[in-house]
């Protein structure tokens, strides 16, 4: 089975969705994985070659234009004009790169990150997913779940990758899908010894809707209580507004190489992330990884609900002054919440360990191509 693994960004970017690709491909299948990427990228987190010092044979990078419009989706007004140049854009794109796409057309299986992608390839079986799209069952995802049902939209995309949270979107959209996590290298993501204080970890681009403002926030309502630290790594638009605070129980540690980062994760206690969107982060399955009880926002709910079972995370409201309540209430059983360390870490080597993940991501994909209908809920 031959596959390629396409994302409109480059993979040098290092957020949640590069680092899911990332792991899809770091496995045993990778003599047939070829990843298409585009040239753009803003912020380098990761090294560029990390595919190829995986081992991964094919790796094209292609021109995309779409980020010559990615601001519009920054404010709601503009979003429905985004939405309608996309498709030129795409055609643009499909058209600059056609000599190097000629070169990968008849794949089994071309499994998309950004779904809007699909003209750019043929393939056997085309794959759509959760990465990007379907985060939440509100009035846009009802209309476009409708317009995939009657061919409209989509038409050429044979499944849908989903997430947990998104299993009754599925069922509406008349074609086969199967449900999947989101996995981590448990190997890396692990406890480490904790310090006298306790603590708090925020990792994401640091952007409004990630909900970065709403961290610091919390940790200026508490820049009284001196057994807190608030640590936050990453980069983007608030990197300069973290600095501009000058918030004195704030640590910024920036762009860390995964080593750090992992070693970062392991030493927190509190893993807070007030996102405003998300479909599956995999900062959640990392700070779980790595022993850390987990606060977030109730827009995940379905997502981690037996992270929430199991009492390693909960969901709040994305606000200041509920997250600085549930952290006062919390530091009075840190001792307890430190003893849940290691079955944190387990119930992750099991559950969301990277061969776990790509290993049933495999099957589903082999089970589609063989013609297997798959509608898992």
């Known amino acids: 089975m031959k596959i390629i693994f396409f994302i409109n960004t480059n993979v040098a970017v290092g957020g949640g969705i590069e680092r899911a690709l990332i792991n899809y491909v770091n496995s045993e299948y990778r003599d047939n994985v070829t990843v298409v990427q585009s040239q753009f990228f803003q912020v380098k987190r990761i090294d560029p070659d990390i595919l190829s010092r995986m081992g991964l044979k094919q790796i094209l990078t292609i021109r995309d234009f779409e980020h010559c419009i990615s601001f519009l989706k920054l404010h709601r007004a503009t979003i429905p004009l985004y939405q309608m140049l996309l498709p030129f854009m795409i055609r643009y794109t499909k058209f600059v790169n056609r000599k190097l796409l000629r070169q990968i057309q008849g794949y089994d299986v071309v499994y998309l990150f950004k779904n809007e992608y699909w003209p750019l390839f043929t393939a056997k ?48 959209m008349n074609k086969p899908y199967f449900i999947g996590k989101i996995g981590t290298d448990t190997t890396s993501f692990y406890p480490r010894i904790r310090s006298n204080k306790i603590n708090i970890l925020y990792v994401a681009r640091l952007i409004y809707i990630k909900g970065v403002d709403i961290f610091l926030d919390t940790a200026e309502r508490m820049s009284d209580a001196d057994r807190f630290v608030f640590n936050i790594a990453g980069s983007g638009d608030y990197s300069s507004i973290i600095e501009a605070r000058k918030l004195g129980n704030v640590r910024y540690h920036g762009v860390l190489s995964d080593d750090e980062l992992a070693e970062l994760f392991g030493k927190c206690d509190i893993f807070v992330y007030p996102t405003r969107w998300d479909a599956l982060p995999t900062v959640i399955v990392e700070a779980v990884s790595s022993g850390e ?78 013609s297997q209908v798959l509608n898992q809920s």
């Open 293 to 370: 009880y987990v606060i977030t926002s109730r827009i995940l709910r379905g997502s981690y609900d037996d992270l929430e079972q199991l009492g390693f995370l909960e969901y709040t409201d994305p606000d200041p002054e509920k997250i600085s309540e549930r952290l006062i209430s919390l530091s009075g059983n840190i001792d307890k919440l430190r003893s849940m360390s290691s079955r944190e870490h387990e119930y992750a080597e099991k559950t969301y360990d990277n061969s776990v993940v790509t290993k049933k991501l495999y099957s589903d994909i082999l089970s589609l191509t063989n």
């Open 125 to 172: 079986k085309v794959i759509g997913s959760n990465h990007g799209q379907f985060a939440f069952n509100n009035f846009y995802t009802r209309v476009l779940v409708a317009f995939i049902r009657s061919g409209l939209v989509y038409r050429k995309i044979d499944a849908f990758h989903l997430f947990p949270k998104s299993a009754e979107i599925g069922r509406r």
